[in-house]
């Protein structure tokens, strides 16, 4: 059974930074692309940022930009995303997600596998 587990999401004041981790089980997604996706209340979930299998390819949303890094260490089959510069819009639940393709696709239906998620709440 196929599981990504989040953690290290949290409550944190404006301007701070915080370092989500993912944890991949059950198959190796070392040749597959990982990403980020978040969804804040009221809102639909959306992409926040990817990187193809070797870490030679990433693509982020235009909001977080220059703030967010998305990073993988396929030997643990893990995937981060470190977040600088939280503000208020970046509340949100973030998901882990993987594809079994070999690109980066930034629509949420071509995540086949998705985590429970993490909560991520930033006070201004």
């Known amino acids: 059974q196929v599981q990504l587990v989040e953690s290290g999401g949290g409550l944190v004041q404006a301007g701070a930074s915080l370092r989500l981790s993912c944890a991949a089980s059950?198959?190796?997604?070392?040749?597959?692309?990982m990403g980020w996706f978040r969804q804040a209340p009221g809102k639909e979930r959306e992409f926040v940022a990817a990187?193809?299998?070797?870490?030679?390819?990433?693509t982020y949303a235009d909001s977080v930009k220059g703030r967010f890094i998305i990073s993988r260490d396929n030997a643990k089959n893990q995937v981060y995303l470190q977040m600088n510069s939280l503000n208020a819009e970046d509340t949100a639940v973030y998901y882990c997600?993987?594809?079994?393709?070999?690109?980066?696709?930034?629509?949420?239906?071509?995540?086949?596998?998705w985590g429970q998620g993490t909560q991520v709440t930033v006070s201004s």
């Open positions: 990187i193809n299998w070797n870490s030679g390819s990433t």
């Open positions: 059950g198959r190796t997604f070392s040749r597959s692309p």
């Open positions: 997600v993987a594809r079994r393709g070999s690109n980066i696709v930034i629509l949420t239906t071509a995540w086949e596998y």
